[in-house]
């Protein structure tokens, strides 16, 4: 068990790894010296030194990556706050054993190994507006399960989340971790109309009204308003950062697991990467309070990892580049003046 306990969970948030330095230099040298003029390659130049940093060495690559996919259900969706019945959860999570699903596919062609790991979908979470999601052994077991899925050896994690009702719980982390009002949070998540969104906003509204009065550390913030699929990712993320292992955050979902954890610590994301900017509202405004800059924005909005899964393979062009380019000197072309 890598948290035993509140305070070794609380001591990792706050004895952070630090990217290798020596490594982001010896990475930023090479770029210079590469045939091409000097920051040509935008942004995939930034993805290399990134990775560079966390890998520590200058020639970064991804020789085991995996993709980490959470599924709970939720207790709050008995107020009508999805377009899908919770069962529809546990039929994913099927359709992710059978390589049926969106993430099958794109993870395959990313070169990612998936692991899914389901949480007791049989035993939804509280109703959080009436009662905090998950007692303290319940969300310390969810974000075991999401470090136990990590380990050395890997230079990539990916993450992603399926659990019907998830969207209301990450408005309401947000909301609870950043501020601002349920509407500035809510979205239509599976596909709710404009009715469905209202009643979503009323939910998280009550939500937050009922918790107002506990403690806004990140632990009980999770608790309280999360889902054990979204513990789990805070605790996979966390436990990446331990190992020094790059992170690619899927959408909307994955990077409310992070929000309470930045909102004591804004650190917590410097080894990760948002794989993109998803259709839902408010992942635009979290990507911005969490101060990452999404490597992709094609509109989508299906969670599972598949936005990151996509954004997989920009990061495997960006590796590539870096290291299989040849030098000024290598290639005997003659440099800038």
Same mark, same amino acid.
């Given at each position: 068990?890598?948290?035993?306990?509140?305070?070794?969970?609380?001591?990792?948030?706050?004895?952070?790894?630090?990217?290798?330095?020596?490594?982001?230099?010896?990475?930023?040298?090479?770029?210079?010296?590469? /045939?091409?003029?000097?920051?040509?390659?935008?942004?995939?130049?930034?993805?290399?030194?990134?990775?560079?940093?966390?890998? &520590?060495?200058?020639?970064?690559?991804?020789?085991?990556?995996?993709?980490?996919?959470?599924?709970?259900?939720?207790?709050? /969706?008995?107020?009508?706050?999805?377009?899908?019945?919770?069962?529809?959860?546990?039929?994913?999570?099927?359709?992710?054993?059978?390589?049926?699903?969106?993430?099958?596919?794109?993870?395959?062609?990313?070169?990612?190994?998936?692991?899914?790991?389901?949480?007791?979908?049989?035993?939804?979470?509280?109703?959080?507006?009436?009662?905090?999601?998950?007692?303290?052994?319940?969300?310390?077991?969810?974000?075991?399960?999401?470090?136990? /899925?990590?380990?050395? @050896?890997?230079?990539?994690?990916?993450?992603?989340?399926?659990?019907?009702?998830?969207? %209301?719980?990450?408005? =309401?982390?947000?909301?609870?971790?950043?501020?601002?009002?349920?509407?500035?949070?809510? &979205?239509? &998540?599976?596909?709710?109309?404009?009715?469905?969104?209202?009643?979503?906003?009323?939910?998280?509204?009550?939500?937050?009204?009922?918790?107002?009065?506990?403690?806004? %550390?990140?632990?009980?913030?999770?608790?309280?308003?999360?889902?054990?699929?979204?513990?789990?990712?805070?605790? =996979?993320?966390?436990?990446?950062?331990?190992?020094?292992?790059?992170?690619?955050?899927?959408?909307?979902?994955?990077?409310? =697991?992070?929000?309470?954890?930045?909102?004591?610590?804004?650190?917590?994301?410097?080894?990760?990467?948002?794989?993109?900017?998803?259709?839902?509202?408010?992942?635009?405004?979290?990507?911005?309070?969490?101060?990452?800059?999404?490597?992709?924005?094609?509109?989508?909005?299906?969670?599972?990892?598949?936005?990151?899964?996509?954004?997989?393979?920009?990061?495997?062009?960006?590796?590539?580049?870096?290291? @299989?380019?040849? /030098?000024?000197?290598?290639? =005997?072309?003659?440099?800038?003046?």
């Amino acid at each position: 068990m890598i948290f035993p306990s509140l305070a070794a969970f609380e001591a990792a948030l706050t004895g952070l790894r630090h990217p290798d330095a020596a490594a982001e230099a010896a990475a930023r040298a090479r770029q210079a010296q590469l /045939t091409k003029p000097a920051g040509s390659l935008g942004r995939l130049e930034e993805i290399a030194i990134f990775f560079a940093g966390w890998q &520590g060495r200058e020639r970064p690559r991804i020789e085991r990556g995996r993709a980490a996919v959470f599924a709970g259900n939720h207790g709050v /969706t008995i107020h009508g706050v999805s377009a899908f019945p919770a069962s529809v959860t546990e039929q994913m999570v099927a359709n992710f054993a059978g390589g049926g699903a969106a993430i099958n596919a794109l993870s395959g062609t990313a070169g990612l190994e998936l692991r899914v790991v389901s949480l007791d979908l049989d035993r939804p979470t509280a109703d959080f507006t009436a009662a905090p999601a998950m007692d303290e052994t319940e969300c310390l077991a969810a974000l075991n399960a999401g470090a136990a /899925t990590v380990e050395r @050896g890997l230079d990539l994690l990916v993450l992603g989340e399926m659990g019907i009702g998830n969207s %209301t719980a990450a408005a =309401a982390l947000c909301a609870r971790s950043f501020g601002g009002s349920a509407t500035d949070w809510v &979205g239509p &998540g599976t596909g709710i109309d404009a009715e469905g969104v209202a009643r979503k906003s009323r939910v998280v509204t009550r939500a937050l009204a009922f918790h107002d009065h506990a403690s806004r %550390t990140a632990f009980e913030t999770l608790r309280r308003v999360g889902g054990r699929e979204i513990a789990a990712i805070a605790g =996979a993320a966390l436990r990446a950062r331990q190992l020094g292992i790059p992170v690619l955050l899927d959408g909307f979902i994955c990077g409310s =697991a992070i929000a309470p954890l930045a909102a004591g610590n804004p650190a917590i994301t410097a080894h990760c990467l948002a794989g993109h900017c998803s259709a839902e509202p408010g992942h635009a405004r979290l990507l911005d309070r969490l101060g990452l800059d999404p490597i992709l924005s094609l509109g989508m909005r299906l969670g599972e990892g598949s936005g990151a899964a996509v954004a997989a393979s920009v990061v495997r062009a960006a590796l590539a580049a870096h290291g @299989g380019m040849a /030098t000024f000197e290598e290639a =005997a072309v003659a440099a800038a003046l």
